[in-house]
């Protein structure tokens, strides 16, 4: 394997030096552009992009963004408690950046590992150099110890797509805005893939990345199809213990993002793949990755959560695209044997939950559409696709055909919807998808962030006909309503009670 891994705290020698000395600075000024807020200096030297990611566990942040000078640069952090009147005190530590030439629109991209963080903690951070400062952010950390954690799953914000940027992103912002504001206790976010509508239009980059909220809560970045084709998604991600080989990074070297990469929070571990990458057997390369990710880190993993892009039980425009198809066909029963409990998808932009799938195939042929509380038992895995997080582009379910896939009709106990799925929707209205582990429990809720009213891009210019439950027939329940929740239980047993040595100790006291 190839890993590519950031710096891991202050002593790291993973750091790119920059050229000269930093310039001394005349003074400091916050621009603040379409909500993207940057830093802008006497010396032109210009931060923007900033945002908030996941490190290898819950002690660790990545901090990354663009600037326009190829200059020695930082994130500077310390405890929020510790700051006087908005400065940082003499005892705040420094992270060192990896600092590159972008590659497409000109500029620079950096990124730093924030380590040995505390839990329980707020803390301040700022990037770029002394007189080169972004302006402060902030994020909290939780209890690292025990059996609950709480994240947001989000689909498709394909900034752009609609065509208008500026709705796009104003339904993005408010799906945040609204979805921390009932889960301010949220951990991380988890992205479904397709950020945006064109891989190198760093206009749609600047509009997902306005939101503030970005930089206070972990953004799990996911590739997409949308993604792909430019190195935007990377140089703005920087992404932990991501492995480049060729089957996980596809398409010309001046061009291909992405790679498979994992983490761990509290007794989750995530296993991120680029599932751009199919062809010449990709799929069984997948599937060794992701072997070898839970061979070697699942051992005190209570839950292994998967993302990719693509959902196979697609219950809209995807359903029988011919690539879902062979996934269909490629991964599902190495997801059993692989005690894979919770598979998150996006590309779709529709909403579906699917029952107990076991090697391909319902588990319980009793189980009832809909239902609000499984038992998941060994190798049973449920899929979920999130439907539109931004109101960009919503796709409307369609009837299954058998003629086109023999293997994905319809479902004997709901002839309506596809056979692998419990719950299929549209409203055309913009949701999330919160999940809950509560020990040997998963709580999956998909929550309403947005009405038929604005910010919803895809009604307000005609992209669709019809807005609310039933195809329009009913009226859209209002924000924070819930389009469908389930509660799992696994019953495994994976792994004790798991406990981070971390949690006590660190750097910042």
């Known amino acids: 394997m190839k890993l590519d891994k950031g710096p891991q705290g202050p002593?790291?020698?993973?750091?790119?030096?920059?050229?000269?000395?930093?310039?001394?600075?005349?003074?400091?000024?916050?621009?603040?552009?379409?909500?993207?807020?940057?830093?802008?200096?006497?010396?032109?030297?210009?931060?923007?992009?900033?945002?908030?990611?996941?490190?290898?566990?819950?002690?660790?942040?990545?901090?990354?963004?663009?600037?326009?000078?190829?200059?020695?640069?930082?994130?500077?952090?310390?405890?929020?408690?510790?700051?006087?009147?908005?400065?940082?005190?003499?005892?705040?530590?420094?992270?060192?950046?990896?600092?590159?030439?972008?590659?497409?629109?000109?500029?620079?991209?950096?990124?730093?590992?924030?380590?040995?963080?505390?839990?329980?903690?707020?803390?301040?951070?700022?990037?770029?150099a002394e007189g080169q400062w972004s302006p402060t952010y902030s994020f909290t950390?939780?209890?690292?110890?025990?059996?609950?954690?709480?994240?947001?799953?989000?689909?498709?914000?394909?900034?752009?797509?609609?065509?208008?940027?500026?709705?796009?992103?104003?339904?993005?912002?408010?799906?945040?805005?609204?979805?921390?504001?009932?889960?301010?206790?949220?951990?991380?976010?988890?992205?479904?893939?397709?950020?945006?509508?064109?891989?190198?239009?760093?206009?749609?980059?600047?509009?997902?990345?306005?939101?503030?909220?970005?930089?206070?809560?972990?953004?799990?970045?996911?590739?997409?199809?949308?993604?792909?084709?430019?190195?935007?998604?990377?140089?703005?991600?920087?992404?932990?213990?991501?492995?480049?080989?060729?089957?996980?990074?596809?398409?010309?070297?001046?061009?291909?993002?992405?790679?498979?990469?994992?983490?761990?929070?509290?007794?989750?571990?995530?296993?991120?793949?680029?599932?751009?990458?199919?062809?010449?057997?990709?799929?069984?390369?997948?599937?060794?990755?992701?072997?070898?990710?839970?061979?070697?880190?699942?051992?005190?993993?209570?839950?292994t959560v998967l993302i990719y892009h693509h959902a196979i039980y697609s219950p809209a425009s995807h359903a029988n695209d011919s690539d879902n198809k062979k996934r269909r066909q490629d991964f599902p029963t190495a997801f059993s044997n692989l005690g894979i409990d919770l598979v998150l998808q996006g590309h779709d932009h529709s909403y579906s939950r699917s029952y107990v799938i076991k090697n391909g195939q319902k588990a319980n042929t009793d189980e009832q559409p809909g239902a609000a509380e499984v038992s998941k038992g060994p190798g049973g895995v449920i899929y979920v696709t999130a439907n539109s997080a931004s109101g960009s582009k919503y796709y409307d379910l369609t009837a299954p055909d058998p003629n086109k896939d023999p293997n994905y009709g319809p479902d004997p106990l709901n002839p309506k919807s596809h056979w692998a799925n419990s719950v299929e929707n549209q409203e055309h209205v913009r949701t999330y998808v919160r999940v809950q582990v509560r020990g040997n429990k998963l709580v999956v809720e998909n929550i309403r962030s947005g009405t038929c009213a604005a910010p919803n891009a895809a009604v307000e210019l005609g992209k669709v006909k019809w807005c609310g439950p039933n195809n329009g027939a009913d009226a859209a329940p209002g924000v924070g309503s819930s389009v469908d929740k389930v509660v799992i239980h696994t019953n495994e047993g994976k792994a004790n009670e798991n406990t981070s040595a971390a949690a006590d100790s660190g750097w910042l006291q």
């Open 11 to 128: 002593g790291s020698v993973l750091r790119r030096m920059a050229m000269g000395a930093t310039a001394a600075a005349i003074g400091v000024t916050a621009v603040f552009g379409g909500g993207l807020a940057s830093a802008a200096h006497a010396d032109s030297t210009t931060l923007t992009g900033i945002v908030l990611g996941v490190g290898t566990n819950e002690t660790q942040r990545v901090v990354s963004w663009y600037s326009s000078a190829d200059t020695a640069q930082v994130v500077q952090v310390a405890p929020t408690s510790k700051l006087v009147d908005g400065q940082f005190p003499a005892s705040a530590v420094t992270f060192p950046a990896t600092v590159a030439a972008n590659s497409v629109n000109g500029g620079y991209n950096a990124h730093a590992t924030i380590d040995s963080l505390k839990q329980n903690t707020s803390y301040s951070y700022r990037v770029g």
């Open 141 to 303: 950390t939780q209890d690292f110890n025990g059996n609950n954690l709480d994240f947001l799953f989000f689909g498709d914000p394909q900034i752009g797509s609609s065509g208008s940027t500026a709705k796009d992103g104003a339904g993005w912002l408010d799906t945040l805005d609204v979805a921390l504001a009932a889960n301010p206790k949220a951990e991380l976010l988890v992205s479904g893939g397709d950020q945006v509508e064109t891989a190198n239009t760093e206009s749609q980059w600047d509009a997902f990345l306005a939101p503030a909220k970005l930089r206070q809560y972990p953004w799990a970045a996911t590739i997409g199809n949308h993604d792909v084709g430019g190195k935007a998604y990377e140089q703005h991600f920087w992404t932990p213990n991501t492995d480049r080989s060729a089957p996980y990074y596809n398409g010309s070297a001046t061009t291909r993002s992405g790679g498979n990469y994992w983490f761990k929070y509290k007794n989750v571990l995530f296993i991120d793949i680029n599932s751009n990458a199919y062809a010449n057997d990709a799929d069984a390369a997948h599937i060794d990755y992701i072997t070898k990710v839970v061979k070697e880190q699942g051992a005190d993993a209570k839950h």
